[in-house]
């Protein structure tokens, strides 16, 4: 089945602590994304990467890190620097960057 | 700056009715525009896609129409079931920019 992978579902963070949150994608595509999504709050674009090895911060970019090493995977990583990390992850991949987008089922990052 | 409403934001309708969701996007110059369905904790299901030289696509009982000059989109759902019920987002790819620009959403709940 082609399609995008996240992981974990749930994710539970303990305060400055780093995590990872795992996106991969069979699909083919060259363009990646990730949006966090907040209630009441439309999706907001934090990464984004056209081609491998390469990646351009989106809108609200501070306190995230990505790599893209490998065109299948598109990894994010919440550094303690992210004040407010609570919140729905969503991963997403389309062949170009204003072709269809095609996401994943998401990650929920909880801080505790 | 691109901005995406949804109105209405939340739709309550009895089983078997056709109904319409709206969106409405401030920039008219824009590649395409992407229907999607969330479900409760899950990620993003792409309905249609509407390339700016179209002005509607179809699916099964799912038809969208995209009027950019006056910058409207509508979902058109025919004879709605239980199973529709979910939140359907809009969202746009401008012109000149590397994103998709979402809309809050409708939340549509179909009563049996």
């Known amino acids: 089945d082609g399609g995008i992978t996240q992981s974990p579902k749930y994710l539970f963070r303990k305060e400055g602590q780093n995590v990872t949150l795992s996106c991969e994608q069979n699909l083919n595509h060259d363009a990646m994304y990730w949006y966090r999504q907040d209630p009441g709050q439309g999706l907001r674009l934090i990464y984004y990467s056209q081609i491998v090895n390469d990646f351009q911060k989106g809108d609200i970019a501070e306190g995230y890190s990505v790599s893209r090493e490998k065109k299948e995977s598109f990894p994010l990583t919440v550094t303690s620097a992210q004040k407010n990390p609570t919140a729905f992850y969503l991963c997403a991949s389309s062949k170009g960057l204003n072709t269809e987008a095609f996401f994943g089922q998401g990650t929920r990052l909880t801080v505790v | 700056k691109q901005e995406v409403t949804q109105i209405p934001a939340a739709l309550s309708v009895p089983e078997g009715e056709n109904l319409v969701l709206n969106c409405s996007f401030t920039?008219?110059?824009?590649?395409?525009l992407q229907w999607f369905r969330q479900d409760p904790g899950k990620g993003l299901t792409s309905l249609l896609l509407i390339q700016s030289s179209q002005r509607e696509q179809t699916s099964g009982r799912l038809n969208a129409s995209l009027d950019k000059s006056s910058g409207r989109s509508t979902l058109y759902i025919a004879a709605s079931q239980p199973g529709d019920s979910a939140t359907y987002l809009c969202a746009v790819f401008t012109s000149g920019t590397y994103k998709y620009i979402f809309g809050t959403g409708t939340r549509l709940k179909v009563l049996a």
């Open positions: 920039d008219s110059a824009i590649y395409n």
